[in-house]
C-alpha cells in the first residue's frame, strides 16, 4: 500500500490542508493519507495555541466518513518535539512492506538539512512537496533538493544555497491549492471574523462549541 503521511500542527486544521491532501491523494495514487497533529513542530516558532485534545478533535471532525483518511494521535501521545523520524521509525513497525510518503509544504523544503536524522529520514520515506499559493515569504516554494534549483533570489535576500541531502527523493506536487493559513484563521477568530468556507463544517462546530482562538493570536 502507498500511504501519505500529513504531518503539522493543525491548530485548526483548515480547507488547505485537506484539498493539498485529496490532490495528493489522487495524482500520486496513495491508498491512504493519514494526519499526524504534532504535539509540538520542531523548527516552529511559539508552541501550539490550541491543545492536542482539541486539534485532534477538529480534525477527527474533518475527517469524519471519508475511508481515503485516518489521523493518528501518535505524537501527541509521545509528546514532546514531534521529530518526524521518531514517528516514521514507529510506523513503519506498523507497516512493514508499504511505501510511505511524507507530505509537507513546499516552503519547507528549504528547512530539510535542519530536520532530526534527516538522511536516515530521506532513507525511509519519499517527501511529496505541495506548492502553496500566496507567495509570501512564508510560503515561498523553495527547494533543498541537489538536483532542483531554487528560485530566484529577491534583490536584498542573501543567495539561497540548497544544501544536499543523501538519497533524498521529493516528488512535487502543484494540483489545486488554496491561499489558507492557521495563523489567519486564529487571527480572523480573535478578531470575531467568521471561518465559514475556511474550516470544515464539522471541525468548525467543534472550535465554536469550545471557544477556541479567542484569545489567541
Ligand atoms: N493552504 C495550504 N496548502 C497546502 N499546504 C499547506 C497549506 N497550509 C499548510 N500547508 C502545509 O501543511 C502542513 C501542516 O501545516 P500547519 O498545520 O503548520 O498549517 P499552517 O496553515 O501552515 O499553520 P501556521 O499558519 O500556524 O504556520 C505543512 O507542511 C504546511 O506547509
Ligand atoms: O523532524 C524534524 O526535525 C522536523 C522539523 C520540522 C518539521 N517537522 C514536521 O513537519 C510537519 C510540518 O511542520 P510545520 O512546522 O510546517 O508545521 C510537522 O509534522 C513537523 O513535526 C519535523
Redesign the pocket.
Known sequence: MRIGL????FDPVHLGHLIAAQSVYEHCGLERVIF???A?????SGAVQASGEDRLAMLTAAIEGDPRFEVSDI?LRRGG???????VDALRGRYPGDALF?I??A??LA??P?????EA?AAQVEFIAVGRPGGSGAHEPRSAHASERPAAPAPTAPPFTPTPIPGLRVQRHSGPLIDISSTQLRERARRGLPLDYLIPHKALVYLQAHCLYRDAS
Open positions: 500529513y504531518g503539522g500542527s499526524i497533529p504534532a509540538q513542530a520542531p523548527l516552529k505524537e518535539l514531534s521529530y518526524t523520524k521518531d514517528t511524507w509537507i509544504g516552503d519547507q528547512q530539510l535542519r530536520w532530526h536524522e534527516i529520514l
